[in-house]
């Protein structure tokens, strides 16, 4: 089991950090989006976790998956605690922490960019150059630049502009 610093495991702590299971050593995220569970299960498959511990269900239209494993859970509550001092370039670990971040509670409507945020990820946004106003991106240009690629659920999302464009 890979336990240190990588991508896999900041992109887990991203989800996690909207979607606290009340089991210490849980890790799961909910979503409609196909495209979020399956990037969350390769992700988990990647940090050695067996298929067969996975877990998943569905209730109300949304999938749930989770799996049990105290060390990367530990580890994931680690980084949301230490997340403003942890991500303050732009690379690939904050790339994935907040496309983590953007795959569990992120929207697109009418235009606007959000996802739930609190005080601390709007500072570490910030420091990453991506302007926030509540829970809404006005730098949406610098946000995409920053998550393309590494979000599930961008990849998903068609984007104002392009809406004849039939890629």
């Known amino acids: 089991m890979k336990t240190k610093l990588n991508p896999d495991v900041c992109y887990m702590a991203g989800l996690m ?3 606290v299971e009340n089991e210490n050593s849980a ?10 569970i ?6 988990a498959i990647g940090l050695g976790i067996k298929p ?3 877990v998943v269900s569905e209730e109300k239209g949304a999938k749930h998956v989770l799996f049990y494993h ?4 530990r580890m994931a509550r680690s980084i949301r605690e230490k997340e403003t001092r942890l991500f303050r ?4 670990l904050s790339a994935n922490y907040v496309a983590g971040m953007f795959d569990a509670t992120g929207r697109l409507s009418k235009g606007v960019m ?3 945020m609190d005080a601390s990820d709007q500072l570490m946004l910030e420091n990453l150059g991506v302007h926030t106003f509540n829970s809404s991106i006005t730098s949406i240009g610098s946000f995409i630049t920053l998550i393309k690629g590494f979000s599930a659920l961008l990849d998903t999302i068609q984007l104002p502009g392009n ?3 039939p890629r």
């Open 17 to 19: 950090n909207k979607h």
């Open 27 to 36: 890790i799961g995220v909910r979503s409609a989006s196909d495209a979020v």
């Open 38 to 43: 399956e990037r969350f299960v390769l992700k």
């Open 52 to 54: 067969n511990k996975i």
């Open 70 to 73: 105290s060390k990367l859970a």
């Open 89 to 92: 370039e732009r690379n690939e």
């Open 114 to 116: 959000s996802m739930k």
């Open 163 to 165: 809406e004849r464009d």
